[in-house]
């Protein structure tokens, strides 16, 4: 048997972002130790669920550090250039990837509690492969920043990274680390 939908169910579907590919993140180190699953929205920003996906599947994103994590803000990683674990980490965030930079791909999502945007820098089309996960809803970078997931598991992991100090939230010692990047169907 057939079932229609109500005007505002189609809505309600055709609002929400299909989660065509996730990931899973190993996280350890002094603050956070366990696995957070994301859902990446496909459908939203392709070219940069395309560039993550793409990344984590050649294990680039292997021992890569969160090398700026801001309380009651997000927490930053993906350097795949300069934020590996083991090596000189003073770089930490200004480097990207051998791919291409990205253009921006912004929606109408706003930036809530477990939502993945994109780092950039003050060029809109500079995103490559940081990116950072909010801890509290940041309304002022709706529209300003790439949205391409949402933690959907593993939220307590995600607030038990170790927080960085300062204005920048540079994370001194020993940063955690996402130990391995699985992309999941």
């Known amino acids: 048997m057939r079932k229609l939908l109500t005007a505002g169910a189609l809505a309600a579907c055709a609002a929400a972002p299909a989660f065509a590919t ?7 180190g002094e603050g956070a130790n366990g696995t957070v699953a994301i859902d990446l929205f496909e459908d939203v920003a ?5 560039q993550i996906t793409a990344l984590a599947t050649e294990g680039q994103y292997d021992g890569v550090v969160f090398h700026r994590v801001i309380d009651g803000f997000m927490a930053q990683t993906g350097d795949v250039q300069f934020g ?11 480097g990207g990837s051998e791919r291409p930079d990205l253009a ?7 930036f809530e509690r477990g939502v993945v945007g994109m780092a950039r820098s003050q060029n809109p089309n500079s995103a490559n492969s940081q990116f950072f ?9 709706n529209g300003q920043y790439t949205v391409v997931g949402k933690v959907t598991g593993g ?5 038990a990274i170790k927080r960085g ?13 996402m130990n391995k990047v699985t992309v999941t169907e």
């Open 165 to 177: 100090t300062g204005g920048n939230g540079a994370v001194i010692g020993a940063p955690d680390t």
């Open 104 to 110: 921006a791909e912004f929606s109408d999502i706003p």
């Open 22 to 28: 996730g990931l899973e993140i190993e996280i350890a």
């Open 46 to 50: 392709p070219g940069h669920v395309e």
């Open 155 to 159: 939220m307590d992991v995600v607030d």
């Open 133 to 141: 996960i909010m801890f509290e809803p940041g309304p002022f970078l």
């Open 84 to 94: 590996k674990l083991g090596e000189d980490l003073r770089a930490a965030g200004r």
